[in-house]
């Protein structure tokens, strides 16, 4: 793992971009030290750089978590296959003309869900050598679908916060039912893109012991500032 840049963000948060081989990724660490680690993830194929997934961290990392992202393999600034880029392109024009997108979104997620999770456990390895880092080790992500599979083949991974919000593919709607961790699940009850009985469905399906839903009302975006507090509140149960 090599540091490319560090700054110290007004809440003593300190903000270190990484690479690791091709990986690019951000760690973010608090001031107190050894701190519990969180994996989060945004959408497939949004930058690390995204303003919310930054927000999030920021605010994770101040409450005494070491948090870190990458962008996987064909998201962010990565190269896409031709494949993707395909998948993309007819999504783009499936949902200017009305057209139905879940298959569209299968041939989309699906491969990005595969290539991704390999480069996590690599990247998990390479955290927990760092100082002042340790487990056990939580999620916390809007790409639930990464999130469903991380779940089920990383032991290392103890508890885990998922957003209703993205497309979950059928496989890994039945991979949910072997997730036996604590989860928590935000759904936005009037969510243009995601069907709320899907959402439901996808979280009876879920074979953990302790499961919570939270929802609010409002769209994709609306989910509101005090479920990142509680979500704080759910990693200081499992992971302090």
């Not at 194929?45 to 997934?53: E, M, S, Y």
């Not at 879920?206 to 979500?231: C, I, Q, R, V, Y």
Request: negative net charge; aromatic residues 8%.
């Amino acid at each position: 793992m090599h540091f490319t840049s560090e700054q110290r963000l007004d809440d003593g948060v300190v903000e270190r971009d990484f690479t690791l081989g091709e990986i690019p990724g951000t760690l973010w660490t608090p001031g107190s030290v050894p701190a519990p680690l969180v994996l989060m993830a945004h959408n497939n194929g949004l930058p690390k750089a995204d303003p919310r997934l930054v927000a999030r961290a920021r605010y994770t990392a101040a409450r005494g978590y070491a948090v870190a992202t990458i962008d996987a393999a064909g998201c962010g600034d990565r190269p896409r296959s031709a494949a993707d880029e395909r998948a993309r392109a007819d999504l783009r024009r499936a949902m200017q003309t009305g057209e139905p997108v879940d298959e569209i979104f299968e041939s989309l997620i699906g491969p990005l869900v595969d290539d991704a999770v390999p480069e996590w456990p690599t990247t998990l390895d390479a955290l927990l050598e760092l100082p002042g880092i340790r487990g056990p080790v939580g999620y916390s992500g809007g790409w639930t679908a990464l999130g469903i599979r991380l779940a089920v083949v990383e032991p290392r991974i103890a508890a885990a916060g998922f957003f209703a919000g993205g497309y979950v593919p059928r496989a890994q709607r039945e991979e949910a039912r072997h997730i036996t961790i604590p989860l928590l699940f935000l759904l936005q009850w009037d969510d243009e893109g995601n069907p709320r009985q899907r959402a439901l469905d996808l979280f009876e399906a879920f074979g953990s012991e302790e499961k919570t839903l939270h929802a609010n009302p409002g769209g994709h975006t609306g989910t509101p500032w005090f479920e990142l507090e509680d979500g704080c509140r759910f990693l200081d149960r499992h992971l302090k």
